[in-house]
């Protein structure tokens, strides 16, 4: 629609207000009862953003800090109504969804990450998605297994 025909002062803040949604991954959204826990709890905090700029009495301020509330709201609503909660591993034999693995690299570097759903990932905590291709290389493997791929080599120590 054309700015001329809504109520924004001008096309800069009608392009504040009408933000693109959050890209969504195409692969399967797997997450751990925390990762659809962490889910709702972001939700339930843009709901709240978004309840507290309605009360902003300036209509274009209130659609600006409305903007990412709401997108946010959008996403946040998908992610949980896609989601598929996989319990923890029931078996350490062999990297899962949800292990805790640790193994070295070639330059000698010992990595421990807990392999979990694409939201919940934060490699600076210690857990990478399994859709990460570290993941994806040791994921099925077990302790004492190389994976590689592309001249990287992994080799796995431990897995809890």
Do not use: C, W
């Not at 996403?75 to 070295?104: H, W």
């Not at 990478?128 to 001249?151: C, Q, T, Y």
């Amino acid at each position: 629609m054309s700015v001329a025909f809504t109520k924004e002062d001008s096309a800069e803040t009608a392009s504040e207000t009408l933000l693109p949604d959050r890209p969504v991954s195409p692969h399967p959204n797997l997450v751990t009862e925390a990762g659809l826990r962490a889910l709702e709890l972001q939700l339930h905090e843009a709901r709240e953003a978004y309840e507290t700029a309605q009360k902003i009495d300036d209509v274009n301020e209130r659609r600006r800090q409305s903007a990412i509330p709401l997108r946010d709201m959008r996403y946040f609503a998908a992610r949980i109504r896609t989601a598929q909660v996989i319990a923890d591993p029931a078996s350490t034999e062999v990297v899962a969804f949800g292990s805790t693995v640790t193994f070295r690299r070639d330059d000698g570097r010992v990595q421990t990450y807990r392999i979990v759903g694409e939201d919940e990932a934060d490699p600076k905590t210690g857990s990478i998605s399994f859709a990460s291709p570290v993941a994806r290389l040791l994921l099925g493997k077990a302790v004492g297994e190389d994976a590689g791929a592309s001249g990287q080599n992994l080799q796995i120590i431990s897995i809890a």
